[in-house]
């Protein structure tokens, strides 16, 4: 019904950067907030950004100066621009949304909606 498809992840260099978008499609009527997740190998999934519908951020302070989080409401999409990257960042990373779907007769929210994750590697 609804999908989160992201694009953007991929092998960098350290300092180098990368843009993840996370475009949201399907019956949607809105999407309250949306955020990146990460995990590495052997560690619990954590969150990197948030913004919500009026444009709040807030971001994990591992990442906090490097990372961008904006989005697109004309398009329902979340990017993160991250810069100066570490090979700490390694992770899979995970496009997250609290929206609403659009049905029938009615709407319902969806609070807890996972996109598939895509790969980011730092490394030399």
């Known amino acids: 019904q609804v999908q989160l498809v992201e694009s953007g992840g991929g092998l960098v260099q350290p300092g180098g950067s990368l843009r993840l978008s996370c475009a949201a499609s399907?019956?949607?009527?809105?999407?309250?907030?949306m955020g990146w997740y990460r995990q590495a190998p052997g560690k619990q999934r954590e969150l990197v950004a948030g913004i919500s519908s009026g444009g709040s951020t807030n971001y994990a302070d591992s990442v906090k100066g490097r990372f961008t989080i904006s989005r697109d409401n004309a398009k329902n999409t979340v990017y993160l621009q991250m810069s100066s990257l570490k090979p700490e960042d390694t992770a899979v990373y995970y496009c997250h949304a609290d929206l609403v779907i659009r049905r029938r007769f009615d709407v319902r929210r969806e609070s807890d909606y996972w996109g598939q994750g895509t790969q980011v590697t730092v490394s030399s």
């Open positions: 399907g019956s949607i009527f809105s999407i309250n907030v």
